[in-house]
């Protein structure tokens, strides 16, 4: 049967149940929009304000619910536009195909009215990317695409279709067949017992959860683990919820702003166990001095990541489900209740609870909402405060952007979560700097009538910069104010939006209350001091045993 290009993108997405596409349309994707035209019986189309955000949107998706996030983008600025929000994906390890026009073949190379050479730009922040130059080529690339994206480690995958491709019929048969064959590792017996013994007789072990737990979806077995050996575990921010943040082994957040206790532990412990985290500088501080005195076993499924950041660790490469199983089978059932004991003597006491601080701001709304809301953040302050505070209980509840840091990131993520999760409330944590960077998403907000909590933490100010200007730049505030001479009341509420302002805990309780169950989206502008600063902090460049807990 001969169809278009276009119609061949649709039939083999269909053939991998997808079912919602984030995207703006185009001149260049026309004939994409219009083969989309019939079937809005099977897709749902998501179209945002700006090509970043999509991405970003389609990125929570992915996260969320564990699905392929399919992107549609026209050529010239808006492929360009997608190149934050791929480069986040790629940084996160989240599976996405993201579908661009381009000009006609006859024009490519020319400079010609919207050309670019997005495969060329995109080279380094995606899995794989492809340039379609002929229709009959079409069908076997975008399933090979929508495959390589959600094999091993997943990524972001680029499929550039010129004009005349979409327009061009070729014929179409369906197919369940694979077109890319993963090859899965395993990690060697040899290794895997080492381990084993390792964890049998250590006394002061800790495990280091980061994403890839969340990747393959393991949170459950990395649980055994923990609890069969009564292993206590911290997280770097992919890996939050990884164990239940409520799970009395749950340390949370280590390294730069890592809880005391959670940084300790790390730096005295004898043994750690690295799984699915890539031990970034944020988390290690300085190299030579981070956990100095353990011996580390890393599990993670990318060989690249091993002895990348860390020397002489004993690698376990593979698939994190069958080594995880095979740890859980063979370790021992162990108490360490002097372990445990001199992990909680660094527990810090707890704070006054009457005032109005973004610890207390967030342990408030986190009481309002079920265990399983979906969280957001933008980055900075909020992002490491959401991280310290909220008790993330499920790995795939949690986006935010960790390994670019993208400002802007959260009010997309917040529209693809509820897109793929309409059962679940999603809140989004953001600032008074980042939010800038996404509102004009308030009219996605409003048309798809999404019920979205945003909690903004307002300091008038990019708060982590300033933070590190005062710290480390003798309290030059350069460029970092943000009093500007809007009505946030009225902005907000003209994109049919409910607004509160809080400047008190009471105040925050009543609006809290004023929301209770109501399926409507909600902005609650925190009013905090510009001077509320992130503790604790480890200063760049120094072992993370050395915090700061006020500056």
């Given at each position: 049967?001969k ?5 061949i993108?649709l ?5 991998k149940q997808v079912d919602?596409?984030?995207?703006y349309?185009g001149?260049a ?6 083969a989309?035209h019939d079937?809005?019986?099977h897709?749902?189309?998501?179209r945002?304000c ?5 991405i970003?949107a389609a990125?929570?998706y992915?996260?969320t619910?564990?699905?392929l996030g399919?992107?549609?983008?026209t ?5 360009t ?8 994906a790629y940084?996160?390890?989240v599976?996405?195909l993201?579908?661009?026009?381009q000009?006609?073949?006859m ?8 050309e670019v050479?997005?495969?060329?730009m995109t080279v380094?922040?995606t899995?794989?990317n ?5 229709v009959?080529d079409?069908a076997?690339i ?6 390589v994206a959600?094999?091993g480690r997943p ?5 550039d ?5 979409f327009l061009?019929e ?8 694979p077109?890319y064959?993963e090859v899965i590792d395993?990690a060697?017996q040899?290794?895997?017992q080492e381990?084993?013994e ?11 959860s980061g994403?890839?737990v ?6 459950d077995?990395?649980k055994q683990?923990a ?7 911290v997280?770097?921010f992919?890996g ?19 809880q005391v206790y959670a ?5 005295n412990c004898?043994?750690l166990?690295a799984v ?5 500088d ?24 091993i002895g990348?950041?860390?020397e002489?660790s ?15 089978a063979?370790?021992e059932?162990t ?10 003597e ?6 006054d609870?009457t ?9 408030l ?6 265990q ?9 302050q ?10 993330i ?8 952007s960790?390994?670019?840091?993208t400002?802007g990131?959260g009010?997309?993520?917040?529209i693809g979560a ?6 679940k ?7 008074d ?26 300091n008038?100010?990019l ?10 730049s003798?309290a ?5 104010q ?7 009341k009225?902005f907000?509420e003209?994109f ?5 302002k809080c400047?008190s ?5 009543q609006?809290?209350e004023?929301?209770?169950?109501k399926d409507?989206?909600v902005f609650?502008e ?5 001077d509320d600063?992130?503790?604790p902090?480890v200063?760049?460049?120094r072992?993370?045993?050395?915090l700061?807990l006020n500056?």
């Amino acid at each position: 049967m001969k169809i278009s290009g276009s119609r061949i993108i649709l039939e083999c997405l269909k053939e991998k149940q997808v079912d919602t596409v984030f995207g703006y349309p185009g001149g260049a994707v026309i004939p994409l929009y219009d083969a989309v035209h019939d079937e809005t019986d099977h897709f749902n189309h998501i179209r945002t304000c700006h090509e970043q955000h999509m991405i970003h949107a389609a990125d929570a998706y992915a996260r969320t619910t564990g699905k392929l996030g399919v992107v549609f983008a026209t050529s010239g600025p808006g492929a360009t536009n997608t190149i934050t929000g791929i480069a986040t994906a790629y940084m996160d390890s989240v599976p996405l195909l993201v579908i661009t026009g381009q000009v006609p073949n006859m024009l490519i190379g020319k400079d010609s009215f919207q050309e670019v050479d997005i495969t060329g730009m995109t080279v380094s922040i995606t899995k794989h990317n492809y340039l379609v130059r002929n229709v009959k080529d079409l069908a076997r690339i975008i399933r090979e695409a929508m495959e390589v994206a959600l094999a091993g480690r997943p990524g972001p995958v680029l499929v550039d279709v010129p004009k005349d491709v979409f327009l061009a019929e070729y014929d179409y048969e369906p197919s369940d067949e694979p077109v890319y064959r993963e090859v899965i590792d395993y990690a060697d017996q040899t290794s895997l017992q080492e381990a084993i013994e390792l964890i049998n007789s250590a006394k002061k072990p800790v495990i280091y959860s980061g994403g890839g737990v969340r990747i393959s979806q393991n949170d459950d077995l990395l649980k055994q683990l923990a609890e069969k050996a009564e292993i206590p575990t911290v997280n770097s921010f992919m890996g939050f919820g990884t164990i239940p943040r409520s799970h009395y082994l749950s340390l949370g957040l280590v390294g730069m702003h890592g809880q005391v206790y959670a940084n300790m532990a790390v730096s005295n412990c004898d043994l750690l166990i690295a799984v699915g985290a890539r031990f970034s500088d944020r988390v290690i501080g300085k190299p030579d001095e981070f956990a100095k005195n353990a011996k580390i076993i890393h599990i993670d499924i990318d060989h690249t990541e091993i002895g990348k950041n860390t020397e002489n660790s004993i690698p376990l490469t593979g698939d994190m489900k069958d080594i995880l199983t095979h740890l859980v089978a063979g370790i021992e059932k162990t108490k360490r209740p002097e372990w445990l004991a001199e992990i909680n003597e660094y527990r810090e006491p707890e704070p006054d609870r009457t005032q109005f601080t973004p610890k207390n701001i967030l342990e408030l709304v986190n009481l309002y909402y079920p265990q399983d809301t979906i969280v957001t953040t933008d980055v900075g302050q909020h992002q490491m405060w959401t991280g310290q505070y909220w008790k993330i209980n499920k790995s795939n509840e949690f986006c935010t952007s960790g390994g670019l840091g993208t400002m802007g990131y959260g009010l997309g993520a917040a529209i693809g979560a509820k897109v793929g999760n309409p059962e679940k409330e999603v809140v989004m944590i953001t600032g008074d700097a980042s939010f800038r960077m996404n509102n004009t998403e308030l009219v996605t907000v409003n048309r798809y009538h999404l019920p979205i909590k945003i909690v903004q933490l307002n300091n008038h100010s990019l708060g982590m910069v300033r933070q590190w200007q005062r710290m480390f730049s003798n309290a030059r505030y350069s460029e970092t104010q943000t009093y500007d001479d809007v009505d946030m009341k009225m902005f907000i509420e003209a994109f049919g939006i409910t607004y509160f302002k809080c400047q008190s805990m009471e105040e925050l309780e009543q609006a809290l209350e004023a929301i209770r169950d109501k399926d409507i989206p909600v902005f609650l502008e925190c009013m905090i001091h510009e001077d509320d600063s992130v503790y604790p902090i480890v200063p760049p460049g120094r072992p993370i045993n050395e915090l700061l807990l006020n500056g």
